[in-house]
């Protein structure tokens, strides 16, 4: 995306300078990473970081005006609702596909957003070893809003822990040392203490929460969970993950966010945008007439995670066959540009545009980034198995002119 700086990274490319960045990074907690780490990282030009940030903060005007909790209430299912003080949420994430506009320049797309954290630790230690491995410039960073590696690591542990123990903030998963991401797991117990604990091993004291730790079972009091649990994750293994707490109880701890964040800001809040960086979205109950253009929109389940359930290529008869069309949306689609010069075909990317919102700030802020390349369909490492220079990555923004 910046040309010079692609064609540099390129030229200096080997597999072998790639092989050894894979022992480094795999070399932290070996056999945890399972999901492909691309060969490149992104590197972001200014107006386009800038377009991505302007259509991100128009969105949060959104979810941070008066009546925006009671307007959503009805977007999370009554068998999900969690209760308790929900205050805001922590961790906001706006996935952006690149594309090319009318005027062949570059432009972002909203795909989707989410009020729920993914891998906000591993992009901090991930892009250190691209760094290290490759050419790239000190005046790019992963970061943005301002922070650097120690103030965002600052931020985002007075986030997580609140001034409290690391032993009493737990990170709550399901069956965290299974799980795809849990590098990300591992990196936030290097950087903070916090411990991936798994819904299964926490035992109930009335309304309080604790779990045994160590050889000598330690019973430690839970006063804040760092939540990574989906429900639709939880639903699905129901049987045959045993006995466990029930989540809707009012347990005696504060949520770092809050469980109801994960539907409230959602695919559901996408049909009431109005950007030019956000596709056109309608709810599927809403749409009296189907498109005479079908094939330029993509159907959406709104309650699903990582790509799943999503029609790509919509037919009159997926929509007549949906039973729930209030819990999907159909949204224009989104053609991404290979734009990313590779060895052979070039690769489409999106990226992910991270933000924090610390305790009483009026607002959340960009934080930190990682990027998806793709080759195939859909963007996502568990649908580009067998291609080479795809997968999980990072853009690199030019942080000696961040945006305002």
Known sequence: MIPHLRERFNDSFTEEKYQSFLEDLHARHPGSIEFRVAETPVFVPDDFRDKM????????????????????????????????????????AFDFGVCIDEKKELEPQLIEMQGFPTLYAFQVFYP?????????????????????????????????LGGGEPENTILLEIKPHE???????????DYFGIRPVCITELMEEGNRLFYYHGEKKKKIQVKRIYNRIIFDDLHSQQGSLGKHIDLKKEWDVEWIPHPNWFYRISKHTLPFIRHPYVPETFFLDQVKTIPPDLENYVLKPLFSFAGQGVIIDV?????????????WILQRKVHYAPVIQTMDEPAKVEIRIMYLWPEGAARPVPAIN???????????????????????????????NPPE
Not at 59 to 69: H, K, L, N, R, S
Not at 376 to 385: A, D, L, P, S, T
Request: with cysteine; hydrophobic share 35%.
């Open 179 to 189: 799980q795809k991401t849990r590098i990300d797991f591992y990196c936030t117990q």
């Open 128 to 160: 250190e070893m691209v760094q290290k491995h490759f050419p790239v410039t000190a005046a790019f960073t992963q970061y943005l809003g301002g922070y650097d590696r120690a103030s965002y690591l600052e931020a985002l542990k007075k986030i997580l």
């Open 53 to 92: 940030i302007s259509a991100c903060e128009s969105i949060v005007d959104i979810f941070t005006a008066p009546g925006f909790i009671k307007a959503t209430n009805h977007a999370i299912p009554p068998d999900d609702c969690v209760p308790g003080k929900e205050r805001h949420a922590h961790f906001i």
């Open 370 to 400: 990682l990027a998806r390349l793709s080759k195939g369909k859909m963007i996502g490492v568990r649908y580009n198995r067998d291609r080479s220079w795809v997968g999980g990555s990072v853009a690199f923004f030019n942080h000696s």
């Open 315 to 327: 037919h009159p008869e997926n929509i007549h066959s949906i039973r729930d069309p209030a819990n």
